[in-house]
C-alpha cells in the first residue's frame, strides 16, 4: 500500500481502477483532464501535451506505483490519418507515460516502486484503420521492455498489462466503428481488470509479473 499515480482516471476502467486501489487502501492520484470530480486529489494536466506535464505535476514526492490507463483510438486509414492525430495518439499514449515516468522515478526509486502500463489487447498488430493505436501501442511495449531492464538496478519493476475487449465505452465506440457486434457480457468487466492490476501490485518481494495478458473467461 502506498502512494499511487493514475492516469485515463476519468476512464472506464480508469473509474473502476481508482475504486479498487482505494478499497486495497492505497492513496490515489489522479493525472488528467477534469480529474477534480474524482473524489481523489488529482493532477490537472492533458497529456497531449508531454511538455507541460512536468509544471503540472511540480514535486512528486514519495510515489510507489504509477498506472498510466490514460489512452486513444482513433480508427482511420493511413491514407485518412493526418499529422496532428499521429502526434495526439503518439502523445497520450505513450510520450506523455514516458514523460510521467521520469518525473516519477526519484520517487519510485526511493520506494522501490512499481511502473504498470494498461497496453491492448494480447497479440494485437497490423490492424487496419487502426495504425496510430496499434503503433503508439508497440511502442509502449517497447517503453515497457526497455525501461524494465534499465531500472532494474534500483529495483523498480516494469508490468505491462494486455487487456481483451472490457466493457467500456471506448470499446463500445471502437466495435461499432469497426462494424463489429458488442457485448458487454461477452467482455471483461473493468473492476475485474482493475481487481487484477491491484493484484499485480501486490506481488511478494521475490518475484512480480511483468506482463499480464488478461482475457474473459470462457462463458
Ligand atoms: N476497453 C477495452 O476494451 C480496452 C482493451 C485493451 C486496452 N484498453 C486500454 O485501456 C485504457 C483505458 O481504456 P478505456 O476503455 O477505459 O477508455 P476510456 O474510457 O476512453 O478512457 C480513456 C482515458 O484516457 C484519458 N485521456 C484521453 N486523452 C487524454 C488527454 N489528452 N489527457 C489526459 N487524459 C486523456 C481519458 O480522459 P478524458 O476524459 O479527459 O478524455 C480517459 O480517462 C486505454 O489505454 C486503452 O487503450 C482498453
Not at 503540472?56 to 490519418?81: F, K, M, N, R, Y
Not at 492525430?85 to 515516468?101: D, I
Not at 463489429?180 to 482493475?194: F, G, M, N, Q, V
Request: one cysteine or more; a negative charge; aromatic letters at 4%.
Amino acid at each position: 500500500m502506498g502512494h499511487v499515480l493514475v492516469t485515463g482516471a476519468t476512464g472506464g476502467i480508469g473509474t473502476a481502477l481508482v475504486g479498487a486501489l482505494v478499497k486495497a487502501g492505497h492513496q490515489v492520484t489522479a493525472v488528467g483532464r477534469g480529474v477534480g470530480r474524482l473524489g481523489v486529489p488529482g493532477i490537472e494536466a492533458d497529456l497531449a501535451e508531454p511538455g507541460t506535464i512536468a509544471a503540472a505535476v511540480g514535486e512528486l514526492g514519495d510515489v510507489q506505483a504509477l498506472v498510466h490507463c490514460a489512452g486513444v483510438s482513433p480508427i482511420a486509414a493511413v491514407a485518412d490519418t493526418d499529422p496532428e492525430t499521429w502526434e495526439r495518439v503518439l502523445a497520450v499514449n505513450v510520450a506523455s507515460a514516458a514523460e510521467l515516468v521520469r518525473l516519477a522515478l526519484p520517487g519510485l526509486r526511493r520506494s522501490r516502486g512499481h511502473v504498470i502500463f494498461v497496453n491492448a489487447s494480447p497479440g494485437m498488430t497490423g490492424v487496419p484503420r487502426w495504425s496510430a493505436f496499434v503503433g503508439s501501442k508497440a511502442a509502449l511495449r517497447e517503453l515497457a521492455d526497455s525501461l524494465r531492464e534499465e531500472e532494474a538496478a534500483h529495483g523498480v519493476r516494469v508490468t505491462t498489462v494486455y487487456p481483451a475487449a472490457t466493457a467500456t465505452e471506448l470499446l463500445r465506440e471502437v466495435r461499432s466503428a469497426f462494424g463489429r457486434p458488442y457485448d458487454p457480457e461477452r467482455c471483461i468487466r473493468p473492476e475485474t481488470l482493475a481487481e487484477m492490476v491491484v493484484w499485480v501490485l501486490a506481488a511478494p518481494a521475490d518475484s512480480y509479473a511483468a506482463e499480464l495478458a488478461v482475457v474473459p473467461a470462457p462463458r
